[in-house]
């Protein structure tokens, strides 16, 4: 049995990564610091599912704790690390850059620490569409220039890939950078767009709507997230004999590194996504038109090829289909008395 660490293991992507690594018969060891930045109830209402399991290991604590990651990776030894804690948030970012700062690099810098002291395999690491920044070319391909992030916090994950190359390069430690593209689905963040809408719309709450809905998205919807995630995992970079690198791969000339981005190649218009909510709750959103946020960008569009490429496998759930899930999840979980009516 393989043992996958998987970091922010109570968060949104992953409580679902674990609870599908255990049905494919890993052992895994999920930390979180289950900090307060969305509902900490949630956080637990997911671990809940994954600690009947005899193969999770539920481990609590900060990644950036001095020699905490290294202590855990010497007692551990896994052979495969899932790098998904991180505080989120374009916008949180411009209110509270110091935890961005704290989680995002000084955490991944003690992740990569420890997997300096104690090899695993294959490290996997969470970056985010937003890295692209001011890259207009659509649709985002891995191997474009990324040197213009809008938010400190796209500029936090820009900084883990640099950081994650030069151990890649330094120690020849097999890493893979994805660059999620808005994703969404059942047991989601309540600060993410679907949650905030679905909650306003039930309860005849205005939503706001920024750019005056002029904005597009790549969705990309959890279980194909997931699944992109479990398919790469064999799918380990290796140093590039004399630096020669397959034409539309990201592969690094230089390091066992690569940059894969997970989207569905689709981009919704907001508008759009609104009217799927409003169809799956079966209610018209009054909509609160606002400017664009700061840090924020029109739009995301992801080349998936090089997914293809790698795993055969392209992203392919509806938006339609998607938010009718959330929806339907909401209801149950916050709503259970509307749901059975419903019923």
Known sequence: MRTVLVTGSAGFIGFHLCRRLLADG???????????????????????????????TEVTGRLEDPGRMRALFETARPEIVIHLAAQAGVRHSIDNPRSYLDSNITGTFELLEAARAYPPAHMLLASTS????????????????????????????????????????????????????????????????????TKAILEGQPIDVYNHGDMQRDFTYIDDLVEAICLLIPAVPQRPAEGVVPEGDSLSPVAPF??????????????????????????????????????????????????????????????????????????????????????
């Not at 640099?162 to 660059?179: E, G, N």
């Open 258 to 343: 690569r940059v894969v981005n997970i989207g569905n190649s689709e981009p919704v218009q907001l508008t759009a996504f609104i009217e799927a909510i409003e169809a799956a709750t079966g209610l018209a959103a009054r909509r609160n038109l606002m400017p664009m946020q700061p840090g924020d960008v029109p739009a995301t569009w992801a080349d998936a090829t090089l997914l293809r490429q790698l795993t055969g496998y392209a992203p392919r759930t509806s938006v339609r289909d998607g938010v009718r899930h959330f929806v339907d999840w909401y209801r149950d979980h916050y709503r259970p008395n509307e749901a059975a009516r419903a019923r």
């Open 130 to 197: 937003s890295a692209f920044g001011a890259n207009t070319a659509m649709p985002y391909r891995e191997t474009d220039r990324a040197d213009h992030q809008m938010s400190f916090y796209a500029a936090t994950k820009k900084a883990t890939e640099s950081m994650a190359h030069s151990y890649a390069h330094l120690y020849d430690l097999p890493v893979t950078m994805f660059r999620f593209f808005t994703v969404y689905g059942p047991w989601g963040r309540p600060d993410m767009a679907l949650f905030k809408f």
């Open 26 to 56: 890993y052992r895994v060891i999920g930390l979180d610091a289950m900090t307060d930045y969305y509902e900490v109830s949630l956080k637990e209402a997911r671990l809940a599912m994954l600690r009947p399991d005899p193969s999770f």
